[in-house]
């Protein structure tokens, strides 16, 4: 810690910072918990064997994001259980203050959200749910920051309208 080095970012401190919000974020994509857990184990592996490439912090949190939204992305294409073939977890079992209304809700907002085109979900999850600033989020996304908002814009329409038309 003591000296400068070109090793990358310290991988046990960026797992410490950003691990929480990496599970939340493949939460918007991944009904099993157990599975969003082992996507973002994998995509700290896949940043460690690249770390040497990745020199400054909020990159390699960048390159984080963008790894859990692509395995999430995957996950879902092929169906998967979970990257160590575990049974299915059980749902989360609800806090005691969070009543079957709410539930739904929150479901209903996340349905609507995987309806939305990948790049507006995308968009939409990390500006909202993660906190991103515009420009964290085209860092994450290969995208430039006009782009970005233009998503954000189309995906918040398409949410209302989601949305509305369940009510």
């Given at each position: 810690?003591?000296?400068?080095?070109?090793?990358?970012?310290?991988?046990?401190?960026?797992?410490a910072?950003?691990?929480?919000?990496?599970?939340?974020?493949?939460?918007?994509?991944?009904?099993?918990?157990?599975?969003?857990?082992?996507?973002?184990?994998?995509?700290?592996?896949r940043?460690?064997?690249s770390?040497?490439r990745?020199?400054?912090g909020?990159?390699a949190a960048?390159?984080l994001r963008?790894?859990?939204?692509?395995?999430?992305?995957?996950?879902?294409?092929?169906g998967?259980?979970?990257?160590?073939?575990?049974?299915?977890?059980?749902?989360?079992?609800p806090s005691?203050?969070e009543d079957?209304?709410?539930?739904?809700?929150?479901?209903?907002v996340?349905?609507?959200?995987?309806?939305?085109p990948?790049?507006?979900?995308?968009?939409?999850?990390?500006?909202?749910?993660?906190?991103?600033?515009?420009?964290?989020?085209?860092?994450?996304?290969?995208?430039?920051?006009?782009?970005?908002?233009?998503?954000?814009?189309?995906?918040?329409?398409?949410?209302?309208?989601?949305?509305?038309?369940?009510?």
């Open positions: 810690m003591g000296h400068a080095d070109d090793a990358g970012p310290d991988i046990v401190e960026l797992f910072a950003e691990a929480a919000s990496l599970t939340r974020l493949a939460r918007f994509y991944l009904d099993d918990r157990t599975a969003a857990e082992d996507l973002v184990q994998e995509a700290f592996i940043l460690s064997r770390a040497g990745i020199r400054h909020g990159s960048a390159y963008s790894i859990v939204i692509n395995l999430a992305r995957d996950h879902n294409r092929r998967l259980v979970s990257l160590r073939h575990r049974p299915p977890a059980q749902p989360d079992a005691a203050e079957a209304s709410s539930r739904a809700e929150r479901q209903e996340i349905e609507a959200l995987r309806s939305l990948r790049r507006q979900r995308d968009c939409v999850t990390l500006r909202y749910y993660l906190d991103l600033s515009i420009p964290d989020i085209a860092l994450t996304l290969g995208l430039s920051a006009n782009t970005v908002k233009t998503h954000l814009q189309r995906g918040l329409a398409g949410l209302a309208q989601t949305l509305e038309g369940t009510r």
